[in-house]
């Protein structure tokens, strides 16, 4: 099969990794990709918003399967624009994609549909967002309702802040039309977990459990960012809870978003908040996560390729998906003013250094060669993960491999996975999920054993 791999991140380069090694692939494009993307794939040079031009290539080269990594081609209609060519993709058509596109759509969806989430107002001026924000008390969280490159989000603990958050969105419209609506919403306490599952449009492939770190310094200190770091297992999610994300949150999303013809077929991603209550969605994304993708990714045993090619055909070949015992770890090596305004430009050493650490794995993001050499040219630079027996030995490959790349304006932070290798420690859990053992609530039909 010719695969058509679209993005450039880490994200990207792990899932062209993954599909390279499947004995069905013949062929593997990516747009526009990266340097490390280019060892592994043909490097198209098109941007992922160029959904009419991508079409034109996918169709005049004969690609089989086009895999979506980004939010912004979906979208933008990327798999509407495929599909009327006649080509297969696996990802949300526009309108289902619009669960990440519009978090005014996202909570208004689930408050149909039942679906736990924190309380929230929409609003359309400064006046009603304050006042609604007063209704909440502190903290209170501020959202923008489209896409902002994931500065859309204001976490308020202090009058000042929603200040700040008001003026940005109302009246310095950072944003663009992206805060016509803001959302307002309760803060909700709890520790933060990922959901990733595949979706045919009907049926749930739930991944392994994994776990983002978003802020950009250690100890949880700093700014978001698209994510630091990241571990599968999560350790944040027996089964019993994994079971009721399933249940209350992914199957009514799938059934409601069906029902109301937006057939959800790709990636589904439920950003959750572990409450006293039970789970609760933060927000839903129609994509891979980046850099969880690279950390479920390493762990994944089976075949991506014809998974991917029958979910966008509408059905799955298998009840389950399967992943090694193995923990796997990321560590992001990022700029030096990430997220607002990461140095460019320095050239990174160490590369081949790194990638020779046994067990250890270098996804590339935002770099780009010149004049022979690799150069840091984005926010996020590299990622480097790491498998091992348990989640302690693959923090310690990643992190020592990630000691072998340098450059002056790299950071990164210190502590991914540390509090819970101290918790595991403590309590001899690993806290994992058994994807065996969820079955039963998946209702797919058992074809494989
Ligand atoms: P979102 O893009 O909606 O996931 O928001 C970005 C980040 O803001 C999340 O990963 C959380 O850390 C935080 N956040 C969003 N909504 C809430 C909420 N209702 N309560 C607490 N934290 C939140
Ligand atoms: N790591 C979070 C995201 O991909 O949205």
């Known amino acids: 099969m010719k695969v058509l791999v679209i993005g450039n991140g880490g994200r990207e380069h792990a899932l062209c990794w993954k599909l390279r090694q499947s004995p069905l692939l013949t062929e593997l494009y990516c747009a526009p990709g990266n340097p490390g993307i280019a060892g592994v794939a043909d490097c198209v040079p098109h941007g992922v918003e160029e959904?009419?031009?991508?079409?034109?290539?996918?169709?005049?080269?004969?690609?089989?399967?086009?895999?979506?990594?980004?939010?912004?081609?979906?979208?933008?209609?990327?798999v509407d624009e495929f599909e009327a060519r006649g080509l297969r993709v696996f990802g949300p058509r526009k309108a289902a994609a619009e669960l990440e596109g519009s978090k005014v759509f996202a909570k208004e969806f689930m408050a149909r549909y039942g679906i736990p989430t924190a309380d929230f107002e929409v609003t359309r001026t400064r006046a009603e967002a304050a006042k609604a924000a007063a209704r909440f008390g502190l903290p209170v969280v501020l959202k923008a309702d489209g896409l902002a490159a994931g500065k859309g989000v204001v976490v308020a603990t202090c009058a000042e802040d929603v200040e700040v958050a008001l003026e940005l969105f109302?009246?310095?419209?950072?944003f663009g039309?992206?805060?016509?609506r803001v959302v307002i919403e309760q803060f909700l306490p709890g520790e933060e977990v990922s959901f990733i599952a595949l979706a045919d449009g009907e049926r749930l492939l739930p991944f392994a459990t994994a776990r983002d770190?978003?802020?950009?310094?250690d100890d949880d200190r700093g700014p978001n960012t698209g994510g630091m770091g990241a571990h599968s297992p999560s350790g944040l999610l027996p089964s019993a809870q994994a079971a009721e994300v399933l249940e209350r949150i992914l199957k009514p999303t799938l059934a409601g978003l069906a029902a109301e013809n937006r057939r959800f077929r790709g990636v589904l991603y439920a950003g959750l908040m572990l409450t006293a209550e039970g789970p609760k969605v933060l927000e839903f994304n129609v994509r891979f996560g980046?850099?969880?993708?690279?950390?479920?990714?390493?762990?994944?045993?089976?075949?991506?390729?014809?998974?991917l090619a029958a979910g966008a055909s509408g059905s799955f070949p298998v009840s389950r998906l399967h992943f090694r015992k193995e923990a796997s770890a990321v560590v992001v090596l990022a700029s030096s003013g990430y997220p607002e305004r990461p140095v460019r430009g320095e050239a990174i050493e160490g590369l081949e250094r790194?990638?020779?650490?046994?067990?250890?794995?270098?996804?590339?993001?935002?770099?780009?060669?010149?004049?022979?050499?690799?150069?840091?040219?984005?926010?996020?630079?590299?990622?480097?993960?790491?498998?091992g027996p348990d989640l302690a030995s693959a923090l310690r490959t990643a992190y020592t491999a990630a000691a072998h790349i340098s450059w002056p304006a790299k950071i990164l932070r210190h502590d991914i996975g540390r509090d819970f290798v101290e918790r595991a420690a403590a309590t001899q859990e690993t806290g994992s999920f058994n994807l065996r053992e969820l079955r039963s609530h998946l209702g797919n039909e058992p074809r494989d054993s």
């Open 51 to 78: 959904v009419h031009e991508l079409a034109g290539f996918a169709k005049e080269i004969g690609i089989d399967l086009t895999v979506v990594g980004p939010e912004l081609p979906l979208t933008l209609g990327l």
């Open 213 to 217: 770190y978003k802020r950009l310094l």
């Open 177 to 180: 039309v992206a805060s016509d």
């Open 354 to 387: 790194a990638a020779a650490v046994p067990g250890a794995h270098v996804f590339h993001a935002g770099t780009a060669r010149r004049d022979g050499e690799i150069v840091a040219i984005g926010g996020r630079v590299i990622n480097v993960g790491a498998t």
């Open 170 to 174: 109302f009246d310095e419209r950072r």
């Open 290 to 307: 980046d850099p969880e993708a690279q950390a479920l990714l390493l762990r994944l045993e089976d075949d991506l390729l014809p998974l």
